[in-house]
């Protein structure tokens, strides 16, 4: 199966258009509050590459901040449709380009960026050090993340969660990476860990470049 199926089944036009609607409300997320205030301060006249960027939330964020420009990469059709209307009517339609489809496969073909950032994506992912590996290389100076803390009661509540989908036929599931082999396999790719936020579930991160 392709790894997009999943995903696009799970991340629907229906989901979509709610979180649409739940951030033009409420505002970012806690992961991506937490990326956008780390990262606000580094991203002024730099390039994004937000890969999974679900609405958009950073760099919207970031580009009103005074980021130069943005590619948002999502295997999600939806979400790259909500997230180009909400470039559009953010007047940033000009600063940004859309990328559907899996990543890693195509990661080769997209250009570097000063900052990098995957927020709540590394857990929608098999394959961790291929897509570590893949966005860490597309990084010049800064690399932001979030994924789960490594905590017994979470990896109880994801296999609940991807038993729940089993019995529903869905295909997507939710994976438990450990952090020290996302935190080893950013410093095999050259990048030291600088600043960290936590959530009650999430590690948000930021790397930098040696």
């Known amino acids: 199966m392709n790894c997009c199926e999943p995903l696009n089944e799970m991340f629907d036009v229906r989901m979509a258009r709610h979180d649409l609607k739940k951030y033009r409300r409420k505002g970012a997320e806690p992961t991506a509050k937490a990326l956008i205030n780390l990262l606000r301060?580094?991203?002024?006249?730099?390039?994004l590459l937000d890969i999974g960027g679900g609405v958009g939330a950073i760099h919207h964020e970031l580009l009103d901040a005074g980021l130069a420009k943005a590619v948002h990469a999502d295997a999600s059709s939806s979400y790259i449709s909500?997230?180009?209307?909400?470039?559009?009517?953010r007047g940033h339609a000009d600063r940004v380009e859309f990328v559907l489809g899996d990543f890693v496969?195509?990661?080769?073909a997209?250009?570097?960026?000063?900052?990098?950032?995957?927020?709540?994506?590394i857990c929608c992912y098999p394959d961790m050090p291929a897509l570590?590996?893949?966005?860490?290389a597309r990084t010049r100076k800064f690399y932001?993340?979030?994924?789960?803390?490594?905590?017994?009661?979470?990896?109880l509540g994801f296999r609940l969660l991807n038993l729940f989908m089993a019995l529903r036929r869905k295909s997507?599931?939710?994976?438990?990476?450990?952090?020290?082999?996302i935190h080893a396999a950013l410093k095999r790719?050259?990048?030291?860990?600088?600043?960290?936020?936590?959530t009650f579930v999430w590690q948000v991160v930021v790397y930098s470049r040696a």
């Open 41 to 47: 301060g580094r991203a002024q006249n730099a390039t």
């Open 82 to 89: 909500v997230a180009r209307e909400e470039a559009e009517r």
């Open 105 to 108: 496969a195509q990661a080769t």
């Open 110 to 121: 997209i250009a570097a960026a000063d900052v990098v950032t995957l927020d709540r994506v």
């Open 132 to 136: 570590v590996k893949a966005s860490a």
């Open 144 to 155: 932001g993340a979030s994924f789960p803390r490594d905590r017994w009661f979470l990896r």
């Open 172 to 181: 997507f599931r939710i994976y438990m990476h450990s952090p020290k082999d």
């Open 189 to 198: 790719e050259g990048l030291a860990l600088t600043s960290t936020a936590r």
